[in-house]
């Protein structure tokens, strides 16, 4: 079960085991829960239990039409989170789940404040020069580099917080290894651009619906553990 702590909501996709047809498929529901009372939000599709694992909350493999199920699961899910995330970072917003049973069906139009489209570029050249001028040089050249590569791979200063979406961080996580980055360098970079994306949604610079890092994972690589052998040791002395 997915949960927000701060808000107390909880929600969870599963059959509706009270719906089945006559060939027994049953609904996929998620069910969005707060103060023990539930709101529930039904997907168009319909499996047999034998092909729902409820652990998971997700489609078994084999089962038709689960990459189109998962795709919708996966994308509802995501914009739950967004409800979810766009109240935590602003205490002055209340969500209940019927808000965001209503905010899936379509029903509520987005509240959530118009925003003139702001460089991300730009954005983080004057964040920047605030943390030179506070000192913080080891941190600004952090954010220097992964801007820099950012740059360089949109070829414009004039690329939108909203144009950065969850594919085109894939398409920059590729371009960075065309390059020869190293897998902890990119790791760096895309948590550099994330605080960069935070820190613009705290500000209220960026909506935080169009937030792309729901569901995407910073990959590392471990580092092997480098201990120098009784014989290097020696030859450094000498």
Not at 95 to 103: K, L
Not at 186 to 198: D, G, K, L, P, Q
Not at 205 to 220: A, D, L, Q
């Amino acid at each position: 079960m997915q949960i927000s702590k701060r808000m107390s909501i909880t929600f969870k996709f599963l059959l509706n085991k009270r719906r089945a047809n006559s060939q027994g498929e049953y609904p996929i529901v998620v069910r969005i829960f707060k103060d023990r009372l539930y709101k529930e939000y039904s997907l168009p599709y319909r499996v047999k239990e034998i092909h729902w694992d409820d652990k998971a909350q997700t489609i078994l493999s084999g089962t038709p039409e689960r990459e189109e199920i998962t795709t919708a699961i996966t994308s509802i899910r995501n914009k739950i989170r967004k409800h979810l995330l766009l109240a935590e970072l602003d205490n002055s917003i209340s969500i209940s789940p019927q808000d965001i049973v209503d905010s899936l069906k379509g029903k509520k139009e987005d509240n959530t404040p118009k925003h003139r489209s702001t460089s991300i570029i730009t954005y983080t050249r004057n964040y920047i020069q605030t943390l030179t001028q506070n000192g913080k040089v080891g941190n600004a050249m952090v954010y220097t580099c992964a801007i820099n590569k950012l740059r360089a791979f949109v070829k414009t200063d004039n690329f939108s917080f909203e144009a950065l979406t969850y594919k085109k961080l894939d398409e920059f996580h590729n371009y960075l290894v065309s390059e020869k980055v190293k897998m902890n360098t990119i790791s760096v970079y895309m948590r550099t651009v994330r605080a960069v994306y935070n820190r613009a949604i705290k500000e209220g610079i960026v909506p935080v619906t169009s937030y792309p890092f729901t569901g995407y994972r910073v990959k590392n690589e471990k580092t092997p553990n480098r201990t120098l052998t009784v014989s290097e040791m020696q030859s450094i002395i000498n």
